[in-house]
């Protein structure tokens, strides 16, 4: 098979190497196409931490694994689960309003819930999340109005499902 993906030299990153990102080669563990745009050089600067293991680096390697046909859930497990971190609902919501850092609320528990269940099921148990939300409320300083809430919920959720179609990794939330 051809790949399409140009390989660049006038991009200045110390990870990459003759057009392939050695981020996502030593993420994958296994032979795949590593050669990367320019445009995921950017999308790359553009998440935290630059040039090493993010967002669009893990999202990148899970969909270069799969698209190769050389996913195993054994093998690949932890990136699996990285993906479902770096782009869930639960990560994109503790963004979004930051109540996370109180551990007595339980939040990072239940980003890590929200996370595992992915943008549908999320959507499925809106009114869960805002009883959780509401729960919260009382033990940290968050904007007690309820749309206000719901809003920044829904948009978490949005957000995460359109990462996991632009990456193509909906069958992550089956595993």
Same mark, same amino acid.
């Given at each position: 098979?051809?790949?399409?993906?140009?390989?660049?030299?006038?991009? %200045?990153? =110390? !990870?990459?190497?003759?057009?392939?990102? @050695?981020?996502?080669? #030593? &993420?994958? /563990?296994?032979?795949?196409?590593? *050669?990367?745009?320019?445009?995921?050089?950017?999308?790359?600067?553009?998440?935290?931490?630059?040039? %090493?293991? =993010? !967002?669009?680096?893990?999202?990148?390697? @899970?969909?270069?694994? #799969? &698209?190769? /046909?050389?996913?195993?859930?054994? *093998?690949?497990?932890?990136?699996?689960?990285?993906?479902?971190?770096?782009?869930?609902?639960?990560?994109?919501?503790?963004?979004?309003?930051?109540?996370?850092?109180?551990?007595?609320?339980?939040?990072?528990?239940?980003?890590?819930?929200?996370?595992?269940?992915?943008?549908?099921?999320?959507?499925?148990?809106?009114?869960?999340?805002?009883?959780?939300?509401?729960?919260?409320?009382?033990?940290?300083t968050i904007a007690p109005v309820r749309?206000?809430?719901?809003?920044?919920?829904l948009r978490a959720i949005s957000k995460s499902e359109r990462d996991y179609r632009?990456?193509?990794?909906?069958?992550?939330?089956?595993?």
């Open positions: 098979m051809i790949s399409t993906i140009p390989i660049i030299n006038n991009i %200045n990153c =110390n !990870k990459l190497k003759n057009g392939e990102c @050695l981020v996502l080669r #030593k &993420l994958a /563990g296994s032979p795949i196409d590593c *050669r990367v745009s320019s445009s995921d050089c950017k999308m790359c600067n553009q998440c935290t931490p630059k040039k %090493n293991t =993010n !967002k669009f680096t893990v999202c990148k390697t @899970l969909q270069r694994i #799969k &698209l190769g /046909g050389l996913f195993e859930l054994e *093998r690949h497990a932890r990136l699996a689960t990285a993906v479902k971190c770096a782009i869930g609902p639960g990560t994109y919501l503790h963004n979004e309003i930051g109540i996370f850092s109180n551990s007595k609320c339980g939040c990072e528990h239940k980003a890590a819930i929200m996370n595992e269940w992915g943008p549908m099921e999320c959507a499925n148990n809106l009114d869960l999340i805002m009883e959780w939300l509401r729960e919260a409320s009382l033990l940290v749309d206000g809430l719901r809003n920044a919920v632009y990456y193509n990794l909906l069958f992550v939330l089956d595993l």
